[in-house]
């Protein structure tokens, strides 16, 4: 793990390794994220609302297959940004090695579990039947 | 002389490093944060296989005062990780700007009030309005 920076982030990783892959991935996910999941959250929790919102709702939104497409990477890069920053949170607070074996195993195997539950659903929900 | 005993959040925060330890830990908490949102959303949108009925009848989770409560930590969170970590990612694009981050901070915080604050403020009074 590089050296922890005041005001939050990391001192990039020497070398072109994977750490340092993943640090240069924390940005550019970040700035993905700044598009795909702030407007997200502001066009559904705020222009829309929680009230109006009901399964007719995401009926409507997924007819058209470019919000299918959106909703996937949003997915895809929340679940890996997310998931790489719990990484770093395990790497820093669980230090004895057995025991971060077995949190991170719980950790990956969630986050398999969440991305193939998340494209499932995104991907076979069958707006004619509905 | 008796010890201090004024060992209040100011100097525990202080003694921690300042406003960048504070920055760091709510980067971290509102990402750990967003990230458990993030994982009980996949799952109630997962439930829309089981049909309209059952999807719509759990939608009562999200609407309850609680749940309306927690949405606006999940305002805070996302926005304000999103200003931190914008900063964060300039910042290593342009490391110069690394001599200026108490003003980049300065800019930060009022930008996120400045988005936070009507947001949070429309969205309580909206429940607030509906419920009563």
């Known amino acids: ?130 | 002389m008796s010890q201090p005993t004024n060992v209040g959040l100011r100097s525990w925060i202080g003694y921690r490093g300042g406003s960048g330890y504070l920055l760091w830990l709510l980067h971290r908490a509102t990402g750990l944060g967003v990230l458990m949102f993030l994982a009980l959303h996949i799952v109630d949108i997962f439930l829309l296989g089981f049909g309209e009925d059952v999807f719509n009848k759990l939608l009562f989770l999200y609407r309850a005062p609680w749940a309306r409560a927690m949405e606006v930590f999940l305002l805070f969170g996302v926005t304000f990780h999103a200003m931190n970590g914008l900063r964060i990612i300039i910042q290593d694009a342009f490391p110069r700007t690394w001599l200026h981050q108490r003003r980049l901070v300065a800019v930060e915080v009022v930008l996120f009030l400045a988005v936070f604050l009507p947001v949070a403020w429309i969205m309580v009074a909206d429940f607030l309005g509906g419920a009563g």
């Open chain 1, 1 to 130: 793990m590089s050296e922890r920076r005041e005001g939050g982030g990391h001192n990039r990783p020497a070398g072109t390794g994977f750490e340092s892959k993943a640090w240069f991935f924390m940005r550019l996910s970040g700035v993905v994220l700044l598009g795909l999941a702030v407007f997200h959250l502001y066009w559904m929790h705020f222009a829309i609302g929680v009230d109006n919102i009901d399964f007719q709702t995401v009926v409507g939104r997924w007819s058209n297959p470019l919000w299918r497409l959106y909703d996937f990477a949003l997915l895809v890069f929340a679940l890996s940004h997310g998931f790489n920053g719990l990484r770093y949170a395990i790497e820093d607070y669980v230090r004895r090695p057995g025991r971060r074996l077995v949190v991170k195993s719980i950790a990956y195997v969630a986050g398999f579990l969440l991305i193939s539950a998340g494209a499932y659903i995104i991907f076979t929900f069958d707006v004619g039947a509905a």
